[in-house]
């Protein structure tokens, strides 16, 4: 399953070929708003599958902006794909894929 997860940054660089101002970057470590400041970036965008992830996010995202006015976007979920979230995806690579259940990759 970590081979998964490894591949996403691979997968998400093939995805913004030929978008100039796009940089995948998985080696951040530490505070996305340290990062950000050290990056120059002022927007971070954040995906949400509903609201108990906003409410995770709203808090970061007013420090993110109270400590370096890096403003926060939040990009909400396919309603039909919100109920898949890491956990969901690490617990069945863990597992035996059940009969019929399309290969991840």
Known sequence: MR???AERPDRLRAAATGLENV???SRT?????NYCCRAGIDVAIRG???VPDLEYEMPMARMNHELAGVETLFIAAD???AHISSTLVTAMGQQDRPHGAADAR
């Open 48 to 50: 949400v599958r509903g």
């Open 29 to 33: 470590g530490g505070l996305l708003v």
């Open 23 to 25: 940089t995948v970057d």
């Open 79 to 81: 309603p039909a794909l």
């Open 3 to 5: 081979a998964l997860f």
